[in-house]
């Protein structure tokens, strides 16, 4: 059974940093892309970023790009996020994905990926 734990959500002053990490067990091998997506109440689940298995390119939401990276340790079997210069628009419940196919004009859509953590929550706020 695959299950996927997420963990490093907190609170931050704005400008601060967290590293989230997201640990994948069970049946793993045929996994193409691991990502992160992020929900904030009252709005819909977006996606942050995404890790491409195969050649380990990485894609990034507008609204991250230079602030967030992506990066996977195959020997753990974890993906972590590492978020930098946090804002307040951050906050949001964090969550881990992954899937057995990948498109990488799609890698933003939730049903794009079968197994889901269960959410690790990000909050930035002075």
């Known amino acids: 059974q695959v299950q996927l734990v997420e963990s490093g959500g907190g609170l931050v002053q704005p400008g601060g940093s967290l590293k989230l990490s997201c640990v994948l067990s069970g049946f793993t091998s045929n996994f193409y892309a691991m990502a992160w997506f992020r929900q904030a109440p009252g709005k819909e689940r977006e996606g942050v970023s995404c890790?491409?298995?195969?050649?380990?390119?990485?894609y990034y939401a507008d609204s991250v790009k230079g602030r967030f990276t992506i990066s996977k340790d195959d020997a753990k079997n974890t993906l972590y996020l590492q978020m930098n210069s946090l804002k307040p628009e951050d906050t949001a419940i964090y969550y881990c994905?992954?899937?057995?196919?990948?498109?990488?004009?799609?890698?933003?859509?939730?049903?794009?990926?079968?197994?889901w953590g269960q959410g690790t929550e990000v909050t930035v706020s002075s």
């Open positions: 994905a992954t899937g057995f196919n990948f498109v990488a004009t799609a890698w933003d859509r939730p049903h794009m990926y079968d197994y």
């Open positions: 890790l491409s298995i195969s050649d380990r390119n990485t």
